[in-house]
T-cell receptor, first 113, second 112 residues
């Protein structure tokens, strides 16, 4: 089955530690995205990538970093500089960046204490 | 700049009643509009999308939405609610900037 996988489902970290969230897709999509979801705020774009080896900051990129070394993989690192990292993180992909529907992974819930 | 407003963070209906979830958008160019559904602790799933081919768009699970340019609206409806429709629904707009803007979401409750 084609789709997007995110791992782990739940992640716990101590404050001050960097943590990397995994996102893999086998849909052969060029574009990939990372969103943060907080209650009552919808989805906010962290980073997006239109093609391998290229990515752009979204609306709330501070404290986050990404890489896109392979078409199927788009890991997100939450650094210690992110002031409020506890949230639900969603990865998505689309055939191309632009007016195409996005396919979402199941999400990773990160809790930092 | 484009934006999306979903009226009502929570909507409650009885099983079998009409579902109406409201979405208004702001865009200076013809938009692409989407409705997504999210079940608890899961990712989003596409319900339907508007791409200018037809103003009335039919989606999965009996949902449909009508694009009204004069009202800048794209409300989601379903004639008869099922218990399984209880979820959070997101309206989204894409206007060619390679970014999709999502509304804040509307949580739908269905009462037996």
């Amino acid at each position: 089955d084609g789709g997007i996988t995110q791992s782990p489902k739940y992640l716990f970290r101590k404050e001050g530690q960097n943590v990397t969230l995994s996102c893999e897709q086998n849909l052969n999509h060029d574009a990939m995205y990372w969103y943060r979801q907080d209650p009552g705020q919808g989805l906010r774009l962290i980073y997006y990538s239109q093609i391998v080896n290229d990515f752009q900051k979204g609306d709330i990129a501070e404290g986050y970093s990404v890489s896109r070394e392979k078409k199927e993989s788009f890991p997100l690192t939450v650094t210690s500089a992110q002031k409020n990292p506890t949230a639900f993180y969603l990865c998505a992909s689309s055939i191309e960046a632009g007016s195409y529907e996005q396919y979402f992974g199941p999400g990773t819930r990160l809790t930092v204490t | 700049a484009q934006s999306v407003t979903q009226l009502g963070s929570h909507v409650s209906v009885s099983e079998g009643a009409l579902v109406l979830l409201r979405c208004n958008y702001s865009s200076s160019v013809p938009p692409y509009l989407f409705w997504y559904v999210q079940y608890p602790n899961q990712g989003l799933q596409l319900l339907l999308k508007y791409t200018s081919a037809a103003t009335l768009v039919k989606g999965i699970n009996g949902f449909e939405a009508e694009f009204k340019k004069s009202e800048t609206s794209f409300h989601l409806t379903k004639p008869s609610a099922h218990m399984s429709d209880a979820a959070e629904y997101f309206c989204a707009v894409e206007t060619g900037g390679f970014k999709t803007i999502f509304g804040a979401g509307t949580r739908l409750f269905v009462k037996a």
